[in-house]
C-alpha cells in the first residue's frame, strides 16, 4: 500500500486547500512558479433584495430622526425645569 501523503498548502483561497492541506488527487509543483494546481474559490455574488435596502435605508431614517429630536434644545430655558 503506497503512503500517503500530505502537501501543506500556502494558498488559504485555493479550492483543493482544506485546513491547510491540498485535497487535489494529482499535485504538480515547480521550484520556480510554485504549485501549478492554484485554482482560487469562484466568489458568487450575492443578489441584494430591493425591497430588503428599501426597508433599511427607511429604518436608518427613522433613527436619524430620532437623533436630530434627541439633539435639538428642551423647550423650557436654562433653570427651568
Avoid at 485546513?19 to 492554484?38: G, H, K, R, S, W
Amino acid at each position: 500500500m503506497p503512503a500517503k501523503i500530505k502537501v501543506r498548502c500556502k494558498y488559504a483561497d485555493c479550492k483543493f486547500n482544506q485546513d491547510y492541506v491540498c485535497m487535489n488527487t494529482e499535485i504538480e509543483l515547480f521550484p520556480d512558479q510554485d504549485c501549478a494546481m492554484y485554482e482560487p474559490v469562484e466568489v458568487v455574488a450575492e443578489e441584494e433584495d430591493p425591497e430588503e435596502d428599501d426597508e433599511l435605508q427607511e429604518e436608518e431614517e427613522d433613527w436619524l430622526e430620532l437623533e436630530d429630536e434627541e439633539d435639538e434644545d428642551p423647550p423650557y430655558g436654562p433653570g427651568e425645569e
